[in-house]
């Protein structure tokens, strides 16, 4: 197994992209973070007191690192049947769930690596800007910091959201073989639950797409305010999401299993 791994670290180092994907997880989750908490002003909620939910505000870059640790996911996976390089693999390592936890283990170990940087950038840069925009403790906005239990939640949340987002990309692309199309999927799979939700005007399947869509479900572990109005709890919701990485990397698996290289 640790040969194994070691084979599959090899192939992602080699790999042009796995860096950049990498940063774009790490940076995204900062670059969006502080466009949107740059611009946020306390005085302008007019005479009415602004609940704002700062912490996951400060992680709305989430939004742009989970579409690498998507990419990164099917790359790691379809790069090998676009080379053919899968079948020396399989020569290797025979035995094909050697294959498929070493994978996940690459997987999950740069994306955690990407997300974590992120992440905690994110919360320093939210640290020192939000103050100057009036979000102070005074004002009913604690500072971001890691020693708040709720903030740990929505940090470490968050970390692990976008490394189930990588396996759903990985699992994906062990099924379909296919960079493109597993791309294309992994992009309906995040954001088409959202923007059906934009266009339904029945509260109750309104409802359901927000429960149940894995990019709301997952990321109602970042909420810090108002957690009474959550269509689903943090926690539920993200093991719902975990949930669907599961079932799909073990599709995955038994493709890798039963087809031909």
């Not at 025979?94 to 997300?115: D, W």
């Not at 509260?203 to 990019?215: K, V």
């Amino acid at each position: 197994m640790t040969g194994a791994v070691r084979a599959e670290w090899t192939k992602a180092r080699s790999l042009p992209s796995t860096g950049w994907l990498v940063c774009v997880v790490a940076l995204g989750m900062v670059a969006l973070g502080l466009a949107v908490t740059g611009t946020l002003r306390v005085d302008e909620c007019g005479d009415d007191p602004c609940v704002l939910d700062t912490v996951r505000l400060s992680l709305a870059g989430v939004q742009v690192a989970q579409v690498g640790a998507a990419v990164l996911g099917v790359l790691l996976v379809t790069g090998e049947y676009a080379t053919g390089t899968i079948r020396p693999s399989l020569v290797a390592v025979p035995r094909r769930e050697q294959v498929l936890a070493a994978k996940v283990v690459v997987v999950g170990a740069l994306t955690t690596a990407g997300a974590t940087v992120g992440v905690v950038g994110a919360l320093l840069v939210a640290r020192s800007v939000l103050p100057s925009r009036g979000f102070t403790a005074e004002a009913g906005y604690p500072q971001s910091t890691l020693l708040h239990d709720l903030t740990q939640r929505a940090a470490v949340g968050t970390v692990l959201y976008l490394v189930l987002v990588a396996l759903l990309g990985a699992g994906i692309g062990l099924l379909v073989r296919d960079t493109g199309v597993a791309v294309t999927m992994m992009m309906a799979v995040l954001f088409l639950g959202p923007v059906l939700a934009l266009f339904v005007s029945d509260p109750d399947w309104q409802g359901w797409l927000h429960r149940y869509a894995p990019t709301d479900a997952g990321l109602a572990v970042q909420a810090t305010r108002d957690l009474a109005s959550l269509r689903i709890a943090p926690w539920p919701g993200l093991a719902l999401v975990g949930g669907y990485a599961a079932a799909v990397v073990l599709a995955g698996g038994v493709a890798l299993r039963r087809r031909d290289a």
